[in-house]
Nanobody, 120 residues
Framework: QVQLVESGGGLVQAGESLRLSCAAS????????MGWYRQAPGKQRELVAT???????NYADFVKGRFTISRDNAKNTVYLQMDSLKPEDTAVYYC??????????????WGQGTQVTVSS
């Protein structure tokens, strides 16, 4: 089993910043991709940003220039620095990781989600 634990969500005003963290633990051999997704009420879950083990990043258009994803491979942890937050960024943010367990089986895991609320 591979577990993901997120932290860092909260309530902020528009224009402020938040930093999310997600730590993976368990039977991990390697993590190929880590990422952040979000789901607003009444909407589907959508990609926010991903990062590979080599540091290649991918961002949704609606966060480019405002959010920065990074990871610490030694700690199996991914971060999401969110600046210039907007009310439309309000959502539950989920961490995702894909890789291989120590028994060579592929895994894909989700965190439990952390609420981000941006007031106007």
């Amino acid at each position: 089993q591979v577990q993901l634990v997120e932290s860092g969500g909260g309530l902020v005003q528009a224009g402020e910043s938040l930093r999310l963290s997600c730590a993976a633990s368990g039977r991990i051999f390697s993590i190929n991709v880590m990422g952040w997704y979000r789901q607003a009420p009444g909407k589907q879950r959508e990609l926010v940003a991903t990062i590979t083990s080599g540091g290649n990043t991918n961002y949704a258009d609606f966060v480019k220039g405002r959010f920065t994803i990074s990871r610490d491979n030694a700690k199996n942890t991914v971060y999401l620095q969110m600046d210039s937050l907007k009310p439309e960024d309000t959502a539950v943010y989920y961490c995702n990781a894909k890789g291989y367990r120590d028994d060579s089986l592929f895994f894909g895991s989700w965190g439990q989600g952390t609420q981000v609320t941006v007031s106007s």
